[in-house]
């Protein structure tokens, strides 16, 4: 289903907003509006799909690049969260690292 509605305005969050972000919206959203505590009817069941859509596409990483492409927006680096492990190279690794200053004294074969 494809709406013409901003996902971030629908969780009240901004575009680079980190999944746990996004996830805490959502639930603060999905508690305040299901229609088992809401009983407004359908306004509430309405919002309830809404944000249901908005969370789907942008817990997904995939569907989350699929929706911001086409609105122009930058994609973000994923943030870090807390804990996480960055694994980081200091100097470039060649394959040859080995065999810096090692020579063949093998006479070379006449191949014709």
Not at 74 to 92: D, I, T
């Amino acid at each position: 289903m494809q709406s013409e509605q901003d996902y971030y305005e629908v969780l009240h969050i901004t575009p680079d907003a980190s999944e746990t972000e996004i996830k805490e919206a959502y639930r603060k959203l999905a508690f305040r509006y299901h229609p088992d505590r809401n009983k407004s009817g359908r306004d509430a069941s309405k919002k309830m799909k809404e944000i249901n859509e908005a969370y789907a596409t942008l817990s997904d990483p995939i569907k989350r690049r699929e929706y911001d492409i086409p609105r122009g927006y930058r994609r973000r680096v994923p943030k870090f969260e807390k804990g996480s492990k960055v694994k980081v190279s200091s100097g470039s690794v060649s394959p040859y690292r080995d065999r810096i200053g090692v020579v063949d004294k093998a006479p070379v074969k006449d191949t014709f």
